[in-house]
């Protein structure tokens, strides 16, 4: 059946035009579980033991299905991702309006869809002739939209009488509820339902609206009201606003930034008044502050417990406003640091998502609204109302935000479920996976069908499309436990006396191919994570750890790189090849030192290792002179127990020359297959850049060094290698070390860009010094890389093109995600880490040298190098006599004689202090230089001075 509908339009110079579209209905549309199976009308909705598996409702004793609203499922989706919450009926129409309207709800519907155990059922009914209805003359979309709901809600129900199956609508909308009940249709609210399923209790705490408590409110505003969206467009045309997303500092949740392209820099925003309801990744409009407000970015540490007001707060009325914890009178007196200063008058897309966390306790027993502590401290803390508060103590929960009226002091939210117990190690590693949005789900069904059958064979048609490589002296040198070995090397002298040398790489392209399901997976993962006690892979073990893996003995596919080079490591010809190779060894970083070391062994893979580091000693020194930096960082290894996986040993990790050759060739080839495929696609390659950091970037380490006489040249990479190399400081050995990581912090991201977007002018990798380059060398952990060695193979003829591989913007878009992903990855393992850390100073009290790495107004912070961590040490402790005063010029700390500055040497004891309700914090105490009032810990990790100030009362 065809229908017509027609709408008027105007043209640009007015011209009116009638406009008719055709809409083509069927009476047999398809109705589907999930995308891959589909059933018609004349089949069961929904399978007999589905049905039964649904669960027991006061208000519907019978069979029945749910059908949900577009309110319901853009406000409500948690209540719908909630495991006992199954036999959901979703129509075109809410699909249509959700994806239209929030992408992020979109994403988590389609992750119901494809959840079996859920029994979901899509409809298409905008293409069924008894369930499409016209738009009638004065009605709004949203009302059509209600209107076609109810009227599929009743077909729904005639093709379900022969079943004994009914369809209980749920809406929030009061008049859509009533006008479905006048139409003798099952509807109720969502709280109602849920309150209605006896054994899930806790669903009515996931479907508590925020608008329905006050939330520690006052009788007055506390915020300014935001401009309406057509209103700040307005302004934004004019120049009085401006747009920019709101980035709160890491260590200071009252302050944050905006970087607004068209002023070409940040605007700070100072306070919880300027602030405004903004919270952090949130896109905002921003009016700035006449220049005699500007202030300057805030210097203190704050301690997770200054960061809001108590939980007393939310329990009764205080209309005294909103005083910002942090603020103090010096900020009055501005000098010639202050930044231009602003403040939020728009939200413009808010930027909420489930956070993980834990309940404040509370004196108030029978109360149901709590306090909610975020694990990420740069989210305020948020109030929600609970029935199961006893429950829920202790334990790590995750909650979202609902709304933030002007008269509330923090945001409202509502619970969604239960983790586990606050200090679990599982538990732990699951929120950190999930503040960090890294997907660690098991790999579902329909992805594990792309993988190849086992045993794997490789056929005889396939090894004739590939170099036969098994005769050369190949091998790998990975770190100790590396199971997802994705690189291998070898080198060989040849008769005119350079050498041949390879740098082999696992060819997962083979077995993940563009547009299947394990392609998509891996694309969304973007990257392996690596935890201390655990590893999220991008691709199934079977690939990472089996087939993909360079695994010595065993026949593999790989893409090599092969080159002549001389034996001052100059390049004569480069070669790329599929190829089958067949590695000879596995070595670990120390196993390949004590084979180079040992002079008795002259083994030809022996021989091969010490050819390649000589000419890895000769690229390094090449790279530097080109104005390579050698930067560090603190990176520690866990000795883990077998059985618990618990830490029982940390220590930095150890680097050898090893290290370093292996690094060398995979740059060296990085580089290289980079040159290739820009040649070959100057215009969809995808490559990786590094940006030159802006010099003010440098300036606090510039400062600190020269109160050491170091003097540090930053106007290009070349004068900053030369400076790094000749920072020498007298009687401080680390010196050189710790200036070379506080350097890299000075960095700015390195991005993988497509070639296309960006003038070759960009391409350049600062930190590396290369012109270009891309990454090729771990497409087991990479979905860059995949993509790479996609692009290699098509340049050499081993494969084709697909389309999206030679969409620039499509490309981009890839980029730009795996970038978001590589940059959380990196922010997931250093947080393991600090869990790891935790876990090994627990019940420990441990005396270690430690060197300062930035002063602040109330606190220094102190790197550890033998255990690679880094944490505040508080000087604003009133037991400090003199107490330490900051100089904010030099800066430093200074109490009585002692003077505490960047780059100092300090003696720290380190313990884990155990808060009730909370995870434990790892804690420092000064030793040394000695300060009178400092505190002295016994072994068991308790203050001398306060025990017997105890012992005396």
Not at 496 to 511: C, K, L, P, R, T
Not at 848 to 873: H, W
Not at 924 to 948: F, I, T, Y
Request: hydrophobic residues 35%; charged residues 25%.
């Amino acid at each position: 059946m065809k229908t017509s509908r027609s709408f008027v339009k105007k043209t640009k110079k007015g011209a009116v035009l009638k406009v008719v579209r055709e809409h083509y209905l069927r009476e047999d549309v398809w109705t589907c579980w999930k995308d891959d199976e589909r059933v018609t009308l004349e089949s069961p909705f929904i399978s007999q033991e589905a049905l039964q598996s649904a669960p027991s409702s006061r208000l519907y004793a019978f069979q029945h299905l749910i059908l949900p609203d577009t309110n319901v499922v853009l406000h409500h989706i948690d209540f719908l991702e909630f495991h006992a919450i199954v036999n959901i009926v979703l129509l075109e129409t809410v699909l249509e309006e959700v994806k239209h309207r929030n992408v992020s709800a979109y994403k988590r519907v389609r992750s119901i869809l494809s959840d079996k155990s859920k029994n979901c059922i899509v409809i298409s009914n905008e293409h069924h002739k008894a369930t499409c209805i016209q738009r009638q003359d004065g009605e709004s979309a949203n009302d059509r939209n209600d209107r076609t709901i109810r009227i599929t809600s009743g077909w729904g129900e005639k093709q379900l009488e022969s079943y004994d199956c009914r369809v209980v609508l749920l809406t929030n909308d009061r008049e859509n509820k009533d006008k479905a009940l006048a139409s003798n249709l099952l509807a109720c609210t969502v709280q109602e339902y849920a309150g209605s399923l006896s054994a899930w209790p806790e669903l009515m705490d996931v479907t508590s609206s925020g608008d329905t408590y006050d939330g520690a409110t006052t009788q007055t505003d506390l915020f300014s009201a935001h401009l309406s969206l057509s209103a700040f467009h307005e302004n934004l045309k004019t120049g009085s606003v401006f747009q920019g997303t709101f980035h709160t500092q890491r260590d200071n949740p009252f302050e944050g930034h905006v970087t607004v392209s068209v002023l070409n820099g940040q605007v700070l925003i100072h306070g919880a008044a300027h602030v405004n309801r903004a919270v952090d990744g949130d896109v905002v409009g921003i009016e700035l502050l006449p220049e005699n407000e500007w202030s300057t970015p805030s210097d203190s540490t704050v301690l997770p417990e200054d960061e809001a007001a108590e939980n007393e707060e939310t329990e009764r009325d205080d209309s005294s406003g909103i005083e910002n914890p942090t603020s103090d009178k010096i900020r009055a007196k501005l000098d010639c640091s202050r930044k231009p200063s602003g403040r939020i008058v728009a939200i413009v897309k808010r930027n909420w998502r489930p956070y993980c966390g834990t309940l404040l306790p509370t004196n108030m027993k029978t109360s149901v609204r709590r306090l909610f502590v975020p694990m990420d401290r740069k989210i305020p803390r948020i109030v929600i109302e609970t029935r199961q508060g006893d429950a829920l103590d202790r334990k790590r929960i995750v909650v979202s935000i609902d709304s933030w009226p002007r008269t509330c002091r923090s945001p409202c939210g509502h619970f969604v479920r239960v983790l586990g117990d606050v200090g679990d190690k599982e538990t732990e590693n699951e929120v950190l996976l999930l503040e960090h949005d890294v997907p660690h789900q098991p790999f579902p069904q329909i992805v594990l069908s792309d993988l190849p059958a086992v045993p794997w064979i490789i056929s005889d048609e396939e090894a004739k499309k590939r170099t036969d490589l098994r005769h050369l002296c190949i091998c790998s040198v990975d770190p100790p436990g590396c199971t997802d070995i994705d690189d291998a090397l070898h080198c060989q002298m040849l008769e005119n006396g350079n050498y041949e040398v390879g740098v082999h790489i696992a060819d997962v392209s083979h077995f993940v191919r563009p547009g299947t399901a394990l392609d998509k997976e891996a694309a969304n993962r973007g990257t392996t994570v690596y935890l201390v006690d655990k590893r999220v892979d991008m691709v199934p073990e079977l690939l990472s750890s089996n087939l993909c893996s360079l695994r010595p003995n065993e026949d593999r596919f790989a893409m090599s790189c092969v080159w002549e080079i001389k034996p001052t490591a100059e390049i004569i010809h480069t070669q790329y090849l599929k190829s089958i190779i067949r590695s000879q060894h596995a070595f670990t970083y120390a196993e390949a030192q004590l084979r180079i070391d040992d002079k008795h062994k002259n083994d030809e893979v022996t021989k091969s290792l010490r050819s390649l580091n000589a000419m890895a000693k000769i690229l390094k020194q090449r790279r530097v002179d080109k104005g390579a930096l050698l930067l560090a960082s603190p990176e520690v290894k866990f000795t883990l127990d077998d059985a618990t996986h618990d830490p029982i040993d940390l220590e930095a990790k150890q680097l050898r020359e090893t290290n370093s050759m292996v690094e060398e060739f995979m740059l060296l080839a990085n580089v290289s297959v980079a040159e290739r495929i820009s040649r070959e696609f100057p215009v969809c390659a995808v490559l990786r850049r590094h940006p030159q950091p802006a010099p003010s970037n440098f300036e606090p380490l510039i400062k600190a060094a020269s109160l050491k006489g170091i003097t540090l040249e930053v106007d290009s990479g070349k004068a900053l290698s030369n400076s790094l190399a000749q920072a020498v400081l007298p009687g401080n050995d680390y010196f050189c070390t710790l200036i070379r990581i506080l350097a890299t912090r000075c960095m700015t991201q390195a991005l993988y860009f497509c070639s296309g977007t960006e003038p070759e002018s960009e391409y350049f990798h600062y930190g590396l010094a290369a012109d270009i380059y891309t990454h090729y060398t771990s497409p087991i952990r990479r979905y860059a890389d995949i993509m790479v060695h996609r692009l290699l193979a098509t340049a050499i003829a081993a494969d084709t093109t697909h389309p999206e591989m030679i969409d620039s913007r499509r490309v981009q878009e890839v980029c730009n995600h795996l970038n978001k992903r590589h940059r959380m990855g990196q922010y997931a393992g250093r947080a393991s880490i600090q869990l790891s850390a935790q876990l090994f100073f627990k019940g420990k009290n441990v005396t270690e040298n430690g060197y300062i790495t930035s002063v602040r107004k109330n606190a220094v912070y102190v790197l550890i190098p033998k255990y690679g961590i880094e944490l505040p040490l508080f000087l604003d402790q009133p037991s400090f006599s003199p107490p330490f005063v900051y100089n904010e010029r030099a800066p430093s700390q200074v109490s009585g004689s002692v003077c505490l500055c960047t780059f100092d040497r300090v003696v720290v004891s380190v313990t884990l202090e155990e808060q009730d309700h909370m995870p434990g914090r790892l804690k420092l105490q000064l030793v040394e230089p000695k300060v009178h009032g400092a505190a002295v810990l016994n072994s068991d990790g308790q203050s001398l001075r306060k025990k017997r100030k105890v012992s005396s009362t």
